[in-house]
């Protein structure tokens, strides 16, 4: 054996090995997701959401795979909080918003996503427009590739007051927005359902900007009139917390999400 056939041998025999560590890790993490579907949520994240109505009058199945999820959640995503203590509060409530989006879609855990910053307050971002003016605005949270930003003070505020917003929901929308390659508002759908999301969710979207441009009355924060991703996390929102609101404004928008994410939270969230 000459050389060069010793050194291919020595790729191929390296080759295999990684390829075989690949699939010993990839199988043992599939057997560990599978142990922690069995385990219940510790009392000590479970205390934080017990009483909230998106997860009390979950069906028995879905509260399962919340469970499931949260756990799921505080292994793939690292949190981190610069300026602000980490609490099982923060960690439990942001993993909880943030899945409560996909309770349906047991296996997603969004791929994309890496990090989870918190911060105490609001940020103030320099965004540049159209390249030219700079100026400062203030966000309480945002969506990016990889990572999640989320004001704690706004967070916790609309989870204890508002009935209509949560930032958490509304980040986590745009990041199953962005799972299908592009933030267009429109969440990774199936052809078919891509048809209907066109006649009623984009329509009504445009309705409304012509609405607004004829200084009509907006029903909505007209913060979701600012684009396509904008108006679908705005509606998610407004789904999850006040689906009462969205049913009796827009039905068909409310139909349309809940065939999406295969829940009724005018049922779920009945008063
Ligand atoms: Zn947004």
């Not at 990774?188 to 984009?202: G, I, N, R, S």
């Not at 049913?247 to 349309?256: A, K, N, R, T, W």
């Amino acid at each position: 054996m000459d050389n060069f056939a010793l050194f291919l041998s020595f790729l191929w025999f390296l080759f295999f090995l990684f390829t075989a560590f690949y699939f010993y890790r990839f199988f043992k993490y599939r057997k560990e997701l599978k142990k922690l579907k069995n385990r219940p949520l510790e009392k000590k994240y479970r205390q934080f959401i017990q009483d909230i109505p998106l997860y009390k009058n979950l069906p028995e199945k879905y509260k399962k795979t919340m469970d499931y999820k949260i756990q799921r959640f505080f292994i793939e995503k690292d949190f981190i909080a610069p300026y602000i203590k980490l609490t099982d509060e923060i960690k439990t409530l942001t993993a909880f918003y943030g899945c409560i989006l996909t309770a349906a879609y047991e296996e997603f855990c969004y791929p994309n996503l890496k990090y989870v910053y918190i911060y105490p307050k609001a940020i103030k971002k320099n965004i540049k427009r159209e390249y030219i003016v700079e100026e400062d605005v203030i966000i309480s949270g945002e969506a990016l590739q990889d990572s999640v930003i989320i004001s704690w003070h706004d967070a916790k505020y609309q989870i204890k007051h508002n009935k209509k917003r949560n930032v958490i929901i509304h980040e986590f929308a745009h990041m199953l927005d962005f799972a299908d390659g592009a933030a267009d508002g429109v969440p990774p759908v199936t052809k078919e359902m891509f048809k209907e999301w066109k006649k009623t969710v984009l329509r009504e979207y445009k309705l409304l900007l012509e609405k607004k441009q004829h200084h009509s009355k907006i029903e909505i924060d007209e913060y979701a009139l600012t684009n396509e991703a904008e108006f679908f996390a705005v509606m998610t929102e407004y789904f999850f917390c006040n689906p009462k609101f969205l049913h009796y404004h827009f039905p068909d928008i409310y139909e349309e999400l809940k065939k999406f994410y295969r829940l009724d939270t005018l049922i779920i969230l009945e008063e």
